[in-house]
């Protein structure tokens, strides 16, 4: 997408970075083969120099917290933008999707909510766009996959199997190919199972093509002996994200070490950046499990129950190195820090969900051929959902958690190119 109309005044974000002289001659990092894959090893020096630092400028935002109902949105858990530049959402709270012009003006809603034909359960999304401009929505309440045109016509869908695993992960190849993680539960009273994910490529039938890796399963979420659940805060997962001709970076996000295959399987370039992990602090703790009690509190969960949600929180040692990633413009790679609960302002505490902002405002970004750059602060309470070009899609909260859909533009990417 090119065409930005309705823009409103730019706002710049600027990217914070270090360095006197920019250029890649000041690049601190080294270079080393083994065994053909290349090993990219950064110092926190940033390439970025005086002058070169990308930063963000507000195109446009997409959505009311009063007054048209087209313009409102609950959840919302997915964007993706149309080779024709429209833009389309998927609220998993009001269980349909919505389509927007390019100049961000409503057109049009697909769906509703449901178990029939055209209709979405809860726990709908993401939205993902493939081949010839498909919608692929994938439903776990309807415990199915949604395939339909940009426009909402000729729908189809394929039913999901949770024999192999729950689907915690969905992306898209460049060529349009079906992307998607399972992961294994250990479900109380069940026969125990592997320990590994599944991370596979699926045709828009749902016939699994070929499985891409197979990681170690986190245990953000896990269930003890006596059938609770356990929630481990903090822990270690997979990470990953398809970028590049259908390559696929992968980490385990307790370190910034990301291992990037090609088109064929083979890892052929291992990025590190040395960061260090913080430890959970009481403090952390405190804040985090009295922010639970709030929200708890204020969805009218009852105290006996709310205690035994609270119960089943556990925390890890460390805060992981990041939380996640996804590709950028000119090649980038940008990899999202985690919001340590103690290091927030007081504005950001009075707001904060660990729900929804567990991902800290700073992004650290990697070129094309790992080269650390330097960390960009992306506004408060916006989070970024997919890339087309220069310009960001994503979501962004106001004070009260509205949710709108917000527009970025990347500049200063011919300065680094």
Not at 346 to 366: F, H, K, M, Q, Y
């Amino acid at each position: 997408m090119r065409r930005t109309l309705m823009c409103i005044p730019a706002l710049a974000f600027a990217a914070a970075c270090g360095g006197e002289a920019g250029g890649a001659a000041d690049w601190a990092g080294t270079v080393e083969d083994s065994a053909g894959v290349q090993l990219v090893k950064n110092s926190l020096t940033p390439l970025w120099g005086e002058g070169d630092a990308w930063s963000l400028e507000e195109v446009m935002t997409i959505g009311e917290a009063a007054g048209d109902p087209d313009y409102q949105f609950g959840q919302i858990a997915g964007i993706v933008v149309t080779t024709e530049g429209k833009i389309v959402l998927v609220d998993q709270q009001a269980q349909h999707l919505k389509v927007f012009g390019p100049d961000g003006s409503y057109e049009k809603t697909i769906g509703q909510a449901g178990s029939g034909p055209g209709e979405f359960g809860p726990g709908v999304g993401p939205v993902l766009i493939g081949r010839g401009d498909t919608l692929i929505v994938p439903d776990l309440g309807n415990q199915r996959v949604n395939i339909m045109k940009s426009d909402g016509s000729e729908p189809a869908d394929f039913r999901m199997s949770f024999e192999q695993g729950i689907p915690a992960r969905w992306d898209m190849t460049e060529t349009g190919d079906l992307v998607y993680q399972l992961r294994s539960l250990n479900l109380p009273n069940t026969e125990q199972r592997d320990t590994l994910d599944l991370i596979v490529t699926a045709s828009y039938s749902g016939e699994i093509v070929d499985t891409l890796l197979t990681p170690t399963r986190g245990e953000s979420f896990t269930f003890g002996d006596d059938g609770q659940p356990i929630r481990m805060v903090f822990s270690p997962e997979p990470v990953w994200s398809m970028v590049g001709d259908d390559g696929l970076c992968f980490a385990v996000n307790d370190v910034f070490r990301l291992s990037m295959y090609d088109a064929l399987g083979a890892l052929n370039r291992v990025v590190s950046v040395p960061v260090e992990r913080k430890p959970v602090t009481d403090a952390d703790v405190e804040f985090f499990m009295e922010t639970v009690d709030r929200l708890l509190e204020e969805q009218g969960v009852p105290p006996e129950q709310a205690e035994i949600v609270k119960s089943t929180f556990n925390f890890a040692e460390f805060f992981p190195a990041f939380l996640q990633m996804m590709p950028g413009p000119n090649g980038s790679l940008w990899v999202q820090r985690v919001q340590e609960p103690t290091g927030m302002t007081a504005e950001e505490r009075e707001t904060w969900n660990p729900l929804l902002d567990l991902g800290a405002s700073e992004w650290d970004i990697v070129d094309a051929e790992g080269r650390y750059l330097g960390v960009l602060n992306m506004p408060h309470r916006f989070q970024p959902v997919t890339f087309e070009g220069d310009l960001m899609y994503g979501i962004w909260r106001d004070e009260f958690d509205v949710q709108y859909v917000r527009v970025m533009r990347v500049v200063g990417l011919e300065a680094t190119a």
